[in-house]
């Protein structure tokens, strides 16, 4: 009969839940104790907080958004707050007021219109307006301007650079980590107390924890900055898009954390860790650099929010503008945590064969192969 297996002071060996819960709390327990983190997170969210505050007191104007509105669609917009109407005797007039640069914009009835109406800009509608409106109507625009709206470029921007500094953050943290780890030889006094793969396991729970609580704090931030400057249709419409990036993030930093680790595992020295880092460090840039470049592009963002590396940025993008289906977002999701799995298994193979191995950097097929 078989004696449950116990350590020197006669204990019970930990559960590989508790080998992965002790790493996790050791990979957390030791950035809390690291003062650049504690102040760099919290410079992040002051920045962010000024950020959020000093946008929602630029957009918000106090007179009201200028709008032409025509005869036929005065009911459309009764008891609306926020926007300061101008009548207009007709449609002609009221893309006269337009291109005057008397009012931003103008709704006009719309036969054609399912909804009786439509909205008619110089070159791009503006954004906050449309949230006002109960329904959004059609777009006409009589000079299409292919960079797109300033609202649009600055969310695109946003969740870029939040998904760019948090995984490239913790990314190489882990990286480094692993390094570290493996040239003091510390690793080896690890693994002779934990299963390799709970040690991966932990360090990618325990680094997820700390990029999820920034994330949510970012968050937090966006919605009391936006409440702060009055910007409740604003708010509303980022709700949304902003829980869908969340979501995403989660699965998506879980992929690279763990692609990371298994990257770094391949080498011994701090020094060699760009040699198989690096094509992941574009990986994370690649989203932040595509929605400065093509956030006005559907195809370009269409395609960003189905790509497993992308979709946390590009989905949530497209929710905000209105251009996503309600299945499209579960459709994207369910891409993702299928490649967050197959990056997993993958992950740990790599890991596990390479973390024991000093000296030379380790090719990817001997990784592969054991």
């Known amino acids: 009969m078989s004696t449950p297996t116990t350590s020197p002071t006669n204990r019970p060996a930990p559960s590989t839940a508790q080998s992965v819960w002790l790493v996790a709390e050791r990979e957390i327990g030791s950035k809390l104790r690291s ?62 007021l337009i291109r005057d640069g008397k009012v931003d914009a103008a709704i006009v009835g719309d036969s054609s219109s399912p909804i009786g109406y439509a909205l008619v800009a110089e070159s791009s509608a503006p954004t906050t307006l449309l949230l006002l409106l109960a329904k959004t109507p059609p777009v006409e625009l009589l000079e299409p301007d ?10 695109a921007i946003g969740f870029g650079a939040v998904f760019l500094l948090a995984a490239s953050l913790f990314g190489g943290t882990i990286a480094q980590s692993v390094v570290e780890e493996k040239q003091t030889r510390v690793v080896e006094i690890l693994i002779s107390a934990v299963p390799t793969r709970a040690l991966l396991a932990g360090k990618v729970i325990g680094n997820t924890i700390l990029a999820m609580a920034q994330i949510l704090g970012l968050a937090a931030i966006a919605v009391i900055g936006l409440s702060v400057t009055g910007q409740a249709a604003l708010l509303q419409g980022l709700g949304g898009p902003i829980a869908w990036f969340a979501v995403f993030f989660f ?32 990986l994370v840039m690649a989203p932040y650099f595509l929605v400065i470049f093509f956030n006005d592009n559907p195809l370009v963002v269409g395609i960003m ?33 299928v490649t967050c799995v197959a990056a997993i298994l993958l992950g740990a193979k790599i890991y596990e064969n390479s973390l024991l191995r000093m000296g030379g950097r380790v090719k990817l097929a001997e990784a592969l192969r054991g």
């Open 305 to 337: 929010s189905y790509v497993p590396f992308s979709a946390p940025v590009g989905m949530p993008l497209r929710l905000f503008l209105g251009d996503a289906q309600w299945w499209e977002p579960l459709l994207s999701l369910v891409i993702l945590i």
């Open 35 to 96: 003062k650049a983190f504690v102040i760099s997170t919290a410079i992040l969210f002051v920045i962010a907080l000024a950020g959020v505050i000093w946008g929602g007191f630029t957009a918000r104007d106090t007179s009201g958004i200028p709008v032409a509105v025509t005869p036929d669609a005065t009911s459309q917009v009764q008891g609306i707050e926020g926007i300061d109407i101008t009548d207009a005797a007709d449609r002609a007039a009221a893309e006269d």
């Open 251 to 282: 699965f998506g930093f879980i992929l690279l954390a763990s692609l990371f680790a298994a990257a770094a595992a391949m080498v011994s020295r701090q020094e060699d860790i760009g040699s198989t880092t690096t094509p992941l460090t574009f």
């Open 146 to 155: 292919e960079t797109g709206g300033a609202l649009r470029y600055l969310v």
